[in-house]
């Protein structure tokens, strides 16, 4: 395993569509266990593949408390409610910023081992599913901002979870 380059904006990775992932082959593999460890080196709850340079549509989460969860084509296939959330990401560093995210989503994709499986979450599981399948479609958080005073310069280490 070994601890990934995160990328950060402008690059351009970052705003690509990822492609679906064919075959879970050796390399899936080891970009999975490469994303849980550079996702853990930075704290971070939540790390999709285009962070670290690889336009596949991967992502893991790990909610404190939580196990790590590894998703594979992923996608929203139910979504409910609204609630205002603050968001960062990893590769907008410095940056915070107050959007509107469902208060509930349902999502189904592949595990590491190929399953299908069927996801539910709510709150900051809710919120960083959503995230993580936001960059796997070249969408950054920043996007959803409503208006540039809802977008916050940090002026100290960064007190958000970040995705
Ligand atoms: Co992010």
Known sequence: MAVRPIRFVPDPVLRQKAKKVTSIDSSIQRLVDDMIETMRAVSGV?????????????????????????????????????????????????????????????????DRHGRNVRLKGEELLAQALEHEIDHLDGTLYIDRVESPDKLQKLVSEPSQEEL
Not at 48 to 57: F, S, T
């Open 46 to 110: 939540g790390l999709a593949a285009p962070q670290v340079g690889v336009p596949l549509r991967v992502a893991v989460i790990e909610i404190p408390g939580g196990e790590v969860i590894v998703l594979i084509n992923p996608e929203v296939i139910k979504r409910e409610g609204e609630r205002v959330v603050e968001e960062a990401c990893l590769s907008v560093p410095g940056y915070r910023g107050e959007i509107k995210r469902s208060a509930w989503v349902k999502v189904k994709a592949r």
